[in-house]
């Protein structure tokens, strides 16, 4: 059996190498690095996988959402409506922009934000709300959209984790997850399920004056060389991850079905155990599995990791530890927030290893161990 990995990025690489291989090389002779040709056609090509009118292409996935914000004109102290229960960059941005990050409460099946907590926590002072398509799967975007238009507000999707996702609303109507909301953002990261081999990122929106002010922010506030109408930042993906994310892009479906077969095999196979729930899929969205990541009850979670660090089966808690209670927040008063259903999943969530690569051998091996380690 081969070892088992949370992500397998070389087994993966060598499915493809010459395409990709190619790719570089092509970069490499051009010498055009930065903002080179297959920066373009890649953002041409993931605009239409989409199916949205403007792809900005960036650094990373943490840029992206700073370049979001900036854009919609959002003033010190406004408030932005976050999960909790997410990854340090969605809320750290928030606070960097000196906006003020308020925590609100997710669902317990599906742990992305609820939009009854996101319509309590409304006030005169809100701006925006940042909707985390956690795990793999969509938030609730019928009822955010919803409650944004009554309210007037920005939605800004961090989609760091679905891209490719698919979200259903009431009429029918089929969006992939990053285009629904005034702005979408995503993360090209190595393990992310459209990874570069570096660090990379990109912004969506079907608004063009919103798409020009968002190329400019990531851009020193120029359109004109040389002539910065506003303040900016400088944040480029670089022409050899483009070339690299381009020949991925075509892949990616593929990707999230492999995913989704490791996922079915998991959920088969623990279904009817009592001391785990597997994860739970809303009506309204497909899953793309960034994690597998299940409950564990009646059992202590972090020997369950331990034991199966022992066979050679990595693990991984996403995240142990909530935003509001990272001393990071300590000014915006995260020791105040009651969040009791952040604090339960945060205890209990254990995300077992998945990504393309994963065969039955080693999944039957993982499922193995999680039983055995149950059972004895
Ligand atoms: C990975 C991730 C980011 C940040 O992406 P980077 O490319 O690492 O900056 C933001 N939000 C979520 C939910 C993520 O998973």
């Given at each position: 059996?081969?070892?088992?990995q949370?992500?397998?990025t070389?087994t993966q690489?060598?499915?493809?190498?010459?395409?990709?291989?190619?790719?570089?090389?092509r970069v490499?002779?051009?010498?055009?690095?930065?903002n080179?040709?297959?920066?373009?056609?890649?953002?041409?090509?993931?605009?239409?996988?989409?199916?949205?009118?403007?792809?900005i292409?960036?650094?990373?996935?943490?840029?992206?959402l700073?370049?979001?914000?900036?854009?919609?004109?959002?003033?010190?102290?406004?408030?932005v409506?976050?999960?909790s229960?997410?990854y340090v960059?969605?809320?750290?941005?928030?606070?960097?922009?000196r906006?003020?990050?308020?925590f609100?409460?997710?669902?317990?099946e599906?742990?992305?934000?609820?939009?009854?907590?996101?319509?309590?926590?409304?006030?005169l002072?809100?701006?925006?709300?940042?909707?985390?398509h956690?795990?793999?799967q969509a938030?609730?975007m019928?009822?955010?959209?919803a409650i944004?238009?009554?309210h007037n507000?920005?939605?800004?999707e961090?989609?760091?984790?679905?891209?490719?996702s698919?979200?259903?609303?009431?009429?029918?109507?089929?969006?992939k997850?990053?285009t629904?909301?005034?702005?979408?953002?995503t993360s090209?990261?190595?393990?992310?399920?459209l990874?570069?081999?570096?660090?990379?990122?990109?912004?969506?929106?079907?608004?063009?004056?919103?798409?020009?002010?968002?190329?400019?922010?990531a851009?020193?506030?120029?359109?004109?060389?040389?002539?910065?109408?506003m303040?900016?930042?400088n944040?480029?993906l670089?022409?050899?991850?483009?070339?690299v994310?381009?020949?991925?892009?075509?892949?990616?479906?593929e990707?999230?079905?492999?995913?989704q077969?490791a996922?079915?095999?998991?959920?088969?196979a623990?279904?009817?155990v009592?001391?785990?729930?597997?994860?739970?899929?809303?009506?309204?969205?497909?899953h793309?599995?960034?994690?597998?990541?299940?409950?564990?009850?009646?059992i202590?979670?972090?020997?369950?990791?331990k034991?199966?660090?022992s066979?050679?089966?990595?693990?991984m808690?996403?995240?142990?530890v909530p935003?509001?209670?990272?001393?990071?927040?300590?000014?915006?008063?995260?020791?105040d927030?009651?969040l009791p259903v952040?604090?339960w999943?945060?205890?209990?969530?254990?995300?077992?290893?998945?990504?393309?690569e994963?065969?039955?051998?080693q999944?039957?091996?993982?499922?193995?161990?999680?039983?055995?380690?149950?059972?004895?």
């Amino acid at each position: 059996m081969r070892p088992i990995q949370m992500v397998d990025t070389k087994t993966q690489y060598l499915k493809i190498k010459e395409q990709i291989d190619t790719g570089i090389h092509r970069v490499l002779d051009s010498a055009a690095y930065i903002n080179g040709e297959p920066v373009q056609a890649f953002a041409k090509n993931l605009s239409s996988y989409l199916n949205v009118k403007h792809t900005i292409t960036c650094g990373n996935g943490t840029d992206a959402l700073q370049i979001a914000m900036m854009a919609l004109g959002l003033q010190p102290g406004d408030e932005v409506i976050t999960p909790s229960f997410t990854y340090v960059a969605t809320t750290e941005v928030v606070a960097l922009l000196r906006l003020k990050p308020v925590f609100v409460e997710v669902d317990r099946e599906t742990f992305n934000i609820d939009p009854k907590a996101v319509e309590a926590a409304i006030t005169l002072k809100t701006k925006a709300i940042v909707p985390v398509h956690l795990y793999g799967q969509a938030a609730n975007m019928e009822e955010i959209m919803a409650i944004a238009n009554r309210h007037n507000l920005f939605v800004v999707e961090d989609n760091a984790q679905a891209i490719g996702s698919n979200y259903t609303f009431a009429d029918g109507t089929v969006k992939k997850t990053g285009t629904i909301g005034t702005v979408g953002t995503t993360s090209f990261y190595p393990s992310k399920n459209l990874g570069a081999y570096g660090d990379g990122g990109a912004i969506f929106t079907n608004d063009d004056v919103l798409a020009k002010k968002l190329q400019m922010i990531a851009n020193h506030g120029q359109e004109v060389r040389y002539y910065h109408e506003m303040v900016g930042c400088n944040s480029r993906l670089d022409s050899i991850q483009a070339a690299v994310l381009d020949v991925k892009l075509k892949y990616l479906d593929e990707y999230i079905a492999a995913r989704q077969k490791a996922a079915s095999f998991y959920d088969k196979a623990f279904e009817s155990v009592d001391n785990i729930t597997v994860p739970k899929t809303a009506h309204f969205t497909n899953h793309v599995y960034h994690q597998y990541t299940i409950l564990v009850e009646g059992i202590n979670r972090d020997e369950l990791s331990k034991y199966l660090s022992s066979v050679q089966i990595p693990s991984m808690i996403y995240y142990p530890v909530p935003a509001h209670r990272q001393k990071m927040f300590a000014a915006f008063g995260g020791a105040d927030y009651k969040l009791p259903v952040t604090d339960w999943l945060t205890e209990r969530v254990i995300s077992l290893p998945i990504h393309t690569e994963l065969d039955e051998e080693q999944l039957q091996y993982i499922v193995d161990h999680v039983l055995r380690f149950i059972n004895k």
